[in-house]
């Protein structure tokens, strides 16, 4: 990883991309009606799909034809990368399609909008965000298998993350989004020192899923600059758990107070949306771009209400030049052998 010089001076980037709470307050403004006509486009490449393999691995972007929508996922696309960095898609006819049919229009969609990224240790190309019955102080929890509290705004380990709406919950749940980009570029203006700071590798709690013998942390900027871009990854609590590993680096205090600058700025609204998800709505998010979390939720599991959400990670085509620490590892040797799919009421 490349070290930081001490002069280093961080810059404002990509300032197209920042955008105020003001600005995106119009849920019209980033929700993308499916058509009938693109409905019935998406029921026949499931079909298609499903003639060819009923293994979701199996399946890419050729075998899931959409030769009106595909046109438009790619604007989206270009939207998620260059734009805004987020989109909601309604449409999808959950009321009548099983959830193996919505998973696999899912699927397909994403196939147009990149390639799928592992999201743990066990491959997992398509996942679960449910209530896992797992305890939140677990220090090797993930996000996605923690009900009902809320999370925390961060990035996931992908160019983009898609999250799918199977079923909501009896209440709550609100998806948050926030854009990194306006953060950084106010941090830049108000204190580069933090924003420097953050350019240096910082520790990430591994969450257990270190390979054996090594580390149960690593080291990765919160903010990296690249052919102009910014990448941003920032998982607060992470970086914060490091700390348990008696061998892991110890923060600065100009890191903590970055850090909770960062998370004090996105919490404060100004650049930030919540938005609600139906069942079959369809969100995508540019990580590097644009922060995720959500509001606490409650589940009725005698009554069949437990919010459920799939989930994909995509490496978008739209990049073709990034930091090596932002490469898919799909691929190589090791995630050929691993790749699976979640199946929990897939």
Same mark, same amino acid.
């Given at each position: 990883m490349t070290a930081i010089a001490p002069d280093f001076t961080p810059e404002v980037l990509e300032a197209a991309c920042e955008w105020t709470a003001a600005d995106v307050a119009d849920p019209e403004a980033w929700t993308e009606h499916l058509s009938s006509a693109e409905t019935d486009e998406l029921e026949a490449a499931v079909a298609h799909a499903f003639s060819v393999s009923d293994d979701f691995l199996a399946i890419g972007k050729a075998d899931f034809p959409l030769p009106t929508l595909g046109a438009r996922l790619k604007g989206i696309e270009r939207e998620l990368i260059d734009g805004r960095g987020f989109v909601r898609l309604r449409g999808l006819p959950r009321a009548r399609w099983t959830n193996d049919q919505m998973s696999m229009a899912y699927w397909g969609i994403g196939a147009h909008l990149g390639r799928p990224w592992p999201q743990n240790a066990k491959g997992h190309l398509l996942g679960d965000v449910t209530d896992h019955g797992k305890d939140p102080s677990d220090p090797t929890v993930r996000g996605n298998e923690i009900g009902l509290t809320g999370l925390d705004f961060h990035c996931d380990g992908s160019d983009l993350v898609g999250l799918m709406c199977l079923q909501t919950g009896v209440s709550g749940g609100l998806s948050a989004v926030c854009n990194s980009v306006a953060l950084h570029n106010r941090l830049v203006r108000e204190r580069p020192d933090l924003a420097a700071e953050l350019y240096k590798p910082q520790p990430f709690d591994y969450r257990g899923e270190q390979a054996p013998g090594k580390p149960g942390w690593y080291l990765m900027p919160v903010f990296t600059r690249h052919a102009g871009r910014l990448y941003t990854r920032l998982i607060r609590p992470y970086v914060l758990a490091s700390q348990r590993h008696a061998d892991a680096p110890r923060l600065t205090a100009k890191a903590i107070e970055a850090l909770a600058w960062m998370q004090a700025t996105a919490e404060g609204g100004d650049y930030s949306v919540l938005m609600d998800f139906q069942p079959?709505? /369809?969100? +995508? $998010? &540019? &990580?590097? =771009?644009? %922060? =995720?979390?959500?509001?606490?939720?409650?589940?009725?599991?005698?009554?069949?209400? #437990?919010? =459920? %959400?799939?989930?994909?990670? %995509?490496?978008?085509? #739209? %990049?073709?030049?990034?930091?090596?620490? +932002?490469? &898919?590892? #799909?691929?190589?040797?090791?995630?050929?052998?691993?790749?699976? $799919?979640?199946? /929990?009421?897939?």
């Open positions: 079959g709505d /369809m969100q +995508f $998010i &540019n &990580n590097y =771009h644009v %922060l =995720h979390g959500r509001t606490a939720y409650e589940d009725d599991r005698a009554a069949g209400k #437990v919010r =459920h %959400l799939k989930r994909l990670w %995509l490496e978008t085509e #739209v %990049l073709t030049d990034r930091p090596h620490q +932002f490469v &898919n590892r #799909v691929g190589d040797g090791y995630w050929s052998r691993k790749l699976t $799919i979640s199946r /929990m009421d897939a």
